[in-house]
């Protein structure tokens, strides 16, 4: 196996529900989350897209349901999908129970706008009815008004303060089974609310930091907030949200949750940066192999290193690694057992993965 501290990540304890056939809190592993962004009423193009991040390793998808056309819609699709489905509503709480009717696993509702008590009251009662659980999800761009007058702007306190507010609402209707988002742009601000949240109540926690931007700043802001949560033991399903393909959202979540020895799912793929000592054309080789090796669910080591300075180290902790040299040496669960040119390399490697798995699960 990959080298690997000993620190083991303590989680916080807290309530477990059901978002479809997907536990969520308890002891339950880190749910990974997406959202589709096709126009819902499309049902083709968003089942073929709910079916892509499934394969990409989703084990929840939410899907925008902006209108009852939309709900209509949302009836198909689910017909259509396997995985779990969040109804996404805003606004229109009459909305919230017609998903709830046509097969939505969960609601999300957000409680800056969805309306006065008396419709969250209607929502309880439909997710009750229904058996599904409500994820309550606050926005430091949408707060209450009278929240937004009394701190002047959107802060921790703020979106803790109107967490609990909804919470109260769904404790006093006797309805414990819910989750929570806490979601701003800004890390620290997410940060901090979260941490104060995670000591007020039991229930599970959805960890995300919202329109966090591109692929690349979105996933560097994601992995420092969530990560940081996630360290800290907070945090039982994560969306990663990127101005991007859901896949990509995704595989970033699959990513920080590898990285933190938090769930395993595919290649764990540990290779240097390159450098002038490189025998091989390592960022090519690595771009090859993470392409040819993207159907892989089953969790397996790969260590890509380009010369000898570090590459024996790596390579030999591996399951299956490449050091460089002339010829490259290939190792297989500590030993070299083959040699290769760079013309065969990547060929090599994947069908010695391949075979490495077949063997595991034999």
């Not at 929570?180 to 039991?202: G, N, Q």
């Not at 949750?257 to 938090?262: A, E, F, G, V």
């Not at 090796?293 to 570090?310: S, Y």
Request: with cysteine; aromatic share 4%.
């Amino acid at each position: 196996m990959a080298m690997q501290s000993k620190h083991r990540i303590t989680r916080r304890v807290s309530r477990q529900i059901h978002v479809g056939d997907v536990p969520v809190g308890g002891d339950a592993p880190i749910s990974v989350q997406s959202m589709t962004n096709t126009e819902t009423e499309d049902v083709d193009a968003t089942v073929e897209q709910i079916q892509r991040i499934q394969k990409a390793g989703a084990d929840i998808v939410r899907v925008s349901v902006p209108t009852l056309k939309a709900a209509e819609a949302f009836k198909e699709i689910r017909q259509q999908v396997e995985v779990p489905l969040v109804a996404d509503i805003h606004f229109n709480w009459k909305v919230a129970i017609a998903s709830a009717a046509n097969g939505a696993d969960c609601l999300r509702i957000n409680p800056g706008n969805i309306g006065g008590e008396h419709r969250v009251r209607e929502v309880v009662a439909c997710a009750r009815e229904h058996q599904i659980p409500i994820r309550i999800g606050v926005n430091a761009g949408s707060l209450e008004r009278e929240l937004q007058e009394k701190y002047g702007e959107p802060n921790s306190d703020a979106l803790v303060e109107s967490a609990m507010r909804h919470i109260d609402i769904l404790e006093r209707h006797d309805f414990p089974d819910f989750k929570v988002s806490l979601k701003a742009s800004e890390i620290f601000m997410t940060v901090e609310a979260y941490r104060k949240l995670a000591d007020r109540i039991e229930q599970p926690l959805h960890l995300g930091i919202t329109e966090a931007g591109g692929v690349r700043s979105g996933a560097v802001k994601s992995a420092i907030g969530l990560g940081m949560l996630l360290a800290d033991g907070i945090g039982d399903t994560v969306r990663v949200s990127l101005a991007a393909d859901p896949v990509e959202e995704v595989k970033v979540a699959w990513d920080m949750l590898k990285s933190l020895h938090l769930r395993t799912r595919g290649i764990n793929l540990v290779a240097c940066p390159s450098c002038s000592r490189q025998n091989f054309d390592v960022i090519k080789t690595v771009n090859e192999l993470e392409s040819r090796l993207d159907d892989i669910d089953a969790p397996l080591d790969l260590a890509v290193i380009g010369c000898v300075v570090n590459g024996p180290g790596e390579a030999r902790e591996a399951q299956v690694g490449v050091t460089g040299g002339k010829p490259n040496s290939i190792f297989i669960d500590g030993s070299i057992q083959h040699k290769t040119n760079n013309e065969d390399l990547v060929d090599t490697l994947e069908k010695l993965v391949r075979q490495k798995l077949t063997e595991t699960a034999s």
